[in-house]
């Protein structure tokens, strides 16, 4: 879909790998840690405005892997929401 990688924990997707490149799930929980750091989020296409609410971490975060986990858990708990947020959906019934 965007060429790269999904990352997935307890069946949601919370990261994507892009161009080598690891971005984090955000959402209003979150968001605001990654635009406090001037981050942007991902854009698939350079010739597309479409952005999709995946950030990436800081650089120091992936030197420290402590420091990543405190990147990691909030984007899987984004995930889980936006997952909780989506009405099921609903399988026709014939008759």
Not at 31 to 37: I, K, N, P
Request: charged share 25%; hydrophobic share 45%; glycine share 6%.
């Amino acid at each position: 879909m965007f060429g790269g990688y999904a990352v997935y924990c307890d069946g949601v997707v919370f990261a994507l790998v892009a161009r080598n490149i690891l971005h984090f799930k955000a959402d209003d929980g979150n968001r605001s840690d990654y635009e406090a750091l001037g981050l942007r989020p991902f854009k698939p296409f350079d010739d597309k405005p479409t952005v999709l609410p995946y950030f990436p971490p800081p650089d120091s975060a992936l030197d420290d892997p402590d420091e990543l986990l405190l990147w990691a858990r909030p984007a899987l708990a984004a995930a889980i929401r936006t997952a909780a947020a989506k009405k099921p959906s609903r399988k026709k019934v014939k008759a």
